[in-house]
Structures are given as C-alpha cells and as structure tokens.
C-alpha cells in the first residue's frame, strides 16, 4: 500500500503561479511512475502530467503544455508540480497519482494503483 500526500493548493489570481507537492510512503518511490490528474466541477477527472521512474521522461497534457511542469525528487519521494501562467479554466481539485510501472504511458485514470486525497487549485479573474 502507497500513501500518497498532497500540499500547495489554494487560490492565486489569474496569471499567477503555485507548486504542488506530492510525497509518497515506501522506499521503492523512485522505480515507478508518477503524475497529476485534475477534475473541474461537472466535469470527468483529466490527465495533466506524468514522469516516469527516473525524471527523464515527461508526459504533460496539451492544454497545460508551456505553463506546468512536473518533476520528482526520488531522495525525498516527492513528486512536484510547478504551475504557472495560471488561469481561471485550471480551477479543479488536483490529485496525485502513483502507478507500479516505470512508464509515463501508464498512468491513466482507468489504470491508476494509488490516488492522493487531492488539493484545490482556485484560480480567480
């Protein structure tokens, strides 16, 4: 079982930036991937980013793509998200995810192992 905690939500105004943190428990956190996922209100939960077991392969969404960055630190095994240029559509509750695999390409809603509680993004206009 992985326990996956999440900090670094809040509300910023339009334009602005914040970092979301994910530490994970388990001393196996660097052999596997790890990402974000976001759900809006009234709307299904969607992919954001993902990188794989070393940090040298990322996979982030088209409608975050030059504004957020994922990265991970496997000695503290913590994954981050930085988000900048931030936007009101970006508003969601944002959730880390963990997967027993090494590949971006895994991680997906449907296949998932471990889900963080999430954090609330609010971004205001």
């Known amino acids: 079982q992985v326990q996956l905690t999440e900090s670094g939500g809040g509300l910023v105004q339009a334009g602005g930036s914040l970092r979301l943190s994910c530490a994970a428990s388990g001393r196996t956190f660097s052999i596997y991937v790890i990402g974000w996922f976001r759900q809006a209100p009234g709307k299904e939960r969607e992919f954001v980013a993902a990188?794989?077991?070393?940090?040298?392969?990322?996979r982030v969404a088209e409608s975050v793509k030059g504004r957020f960055t994922i990265s991970r630190d496997n000695a503290k095994s913590t994954t981050y998200l930085q988000m900048n240029t931030l936007k009101p559509e970006d508003t969601a509750v944002y959730y880390c995810?963990?997967?027993?695999?090494?590949?971006?390409?895994?991680?997906?809603?449907?296949?998932?192992?471990?889900w963080g509680k999430g954090t609330l993004v609010t971004v205001s206009s």
């Open positions: 995810a963990f997967n027993h695999d090494r590949r971006t390409e895994t991680l997906t809603s449907r296949s998932v192992n471990y």
């Open positions: 990188i794989n077991s070393n940090g040298g392969g990322t």
